[in-house]
């Protein structure tokens, strides 16, 4: 079986816009999350968020494309390609078609569909949208902006499984690269959802914090929703070292399920079955797990379901993981939170240090695992796994190992 590795990585987040700040502000505990507001109907109304800060996309992209991107595929297209840079890797005439771009997104176009029904039904006297509306919202832009950026040829995609979605699309990389179709990938997750639908949406659900995300901690009060991105190349073992790359980390594993029980509300027995999966996959017990970046969302619900599955598959040992939650620090970016966790596993594995859960009160009677609460630890992490379960009952989990 071809073994994966991730050479490249770009990050672009509310804790840092490369991948430098983003590992100094994971392993210092920043929070991200702020606020931000809308003008509705003659007053402002808040929401808390944890949004990209600075942004210029003008700074990154020709202006002439700018127009034809959501903020979302401008994202995307800037972790991408810091990710390709940072591999060194060069597109040539032979590996251009044998390279993919494979991403996960949750919601797509949010910013131009929001937009685009301001324009049509508020008080605008052009009842006319941006001409280039469509190809803006698709959830695909991301994914294409990206192949003709970097001029690959291969297979481009987006998975869209809402909070599974970038986790689903680096597994199912892997599997192209194993199954010798392809033998690297561009794949990650970007999202910009921080528009005032998407938020007044995700309040009726009423699991929404009114000020910061707490996961697995004594009086956690909900979610904060977030926007980012988070791209990588991944590659055969044999192709990297052929060219001398530089090696993050080896994707050793992949596993996923289904509850089928459930919109909305999670199952433990989904979750555990990808945590199972995932690790079957990658032939790795699990008394050898180090390390868990939890999806740990901050609702009551959520931590307590990951907390029981976790419990199902480690038993007695599930006491002694440090687990964390890096919600905490950069909201839940709903498609790209995989991705962005993803990045924090890398960085864990690569400076053997557990990133902190922020905002912690105190411990949980039903989450009474270690969470690693608001200081990161250094331990050795060898192993380490990423799980992402979401809405619709689709759970998505990869193994990563020190290489």
């Keep these: ?25 994971l392993f210092d505990g920043k929070c991200g999350i702020d606020s931000v507001g809308f003008d509705f109907r003659g007053g402002e109304v808040r929401f808390p968020a944890a949004a990209v800060k600075d942004f210029d996309p003008a700074a990154y992209i020709d202006a002439k494309k700018i127009s034809m ?36 997104t949750g919601v797509g176009g949010q910013n131009t569909l929001e937009e685009s029904y301001m324009r049509l039904l508020g008080d605008s006297k052009i009842p006319r949208v941006h001409p280039f ?26 998975v869209a499984s809402a909070c599974a979605s970038a986790v689903h699309a680096m597994g199912v990389a892997a599997h192209l690269i194993r199954s010798g179709m392809i033998d690297a990938v561009v794949t990650g997750g970007a999202e910009s959802c921080l528009t005032f639908g998407t938020l007044k949406g995700w309040e009726a659900l009423r699991v929404m914090s009114p000020d910061v995300c707490r996961p697995f901690s004594i009086n956690r009060a909900g979610m904060v929703l977030g926007e980012g991105a988070a791209m990588f190349v991944m590659e055969t073992l044999e192709s990297a070292q052929k060219r001398g790359a530089r090696i993050y980390a ?31 996959d990658s032939k790795v017990q699990p008394e050898d797990v180090d390390y868990i970046n939890a999806h740990g969302t901050g609702t009551r619900i959520n ?19 440090p687990i964390s939650s890096s919600k905490s620090m950069f909201g839940h970016a709903l498609g790209a939170a995989g991705a962005l966790e993803m990045a924090a596993t890398i960085m864990a594995i690569n400076y053997d240090t557990a990133p902190p859960t922020v905002n912690y009160l105190g411990p949980d009677p039903e989450c009474d695992l270690d969470y690693v609460p608001n200081e990161a630890r250094q331990v050795p992490i060898r192993i380490a796994l990423n799980n992402s379960f979401a809405f619709g009952g689709l ?3 990869v193994v990563v190992k020190k290489f």
């Design 133 to 158: 509306t469509i190809p803006r919202l698709m959830v695909n832009a991301g994914s294409s902006h990206i192949s003709m950026d970097l001029g690959i040829t291969g297979p481009g995609f987006t």
């Design 250 to 280: 080896e994707l050793a594993g992949f596993g996923m399920s289904s509850d089928a029980k459930d919109l909305t509300s999670p199952d433990a027995g989904g979750a555990a079955r990808a945590v199972l999966n995932a690790l079957e």
């Design 69 to 104: 991107m959501d903020r979302f595929a401008q994202l995307a297209v800037v972790a991408a390609r810091d990710a390709f840079k940072d591999s060194g890797m060069v597109m040539t005439e032979e590996n251009m078609p044998r390279t993919a771009v494979i991403t996960g």
């Design 1 to 25: 079986m071809r073994r994966i590795v991730i050479t490249g990585m770009g990050v672009v987040s509310p804790i840092g816009s490369d991948a430098q700040s983003f590992r100094k502000n």
């Design 395 to 397: 759970n998505a989990v």
């Design 303 to 321: 931590d307590l379901t990951e907390t029981v599955a976790l419990k199902q598959v480690f038993k007695e040992r599930a006491r002694k993981i």
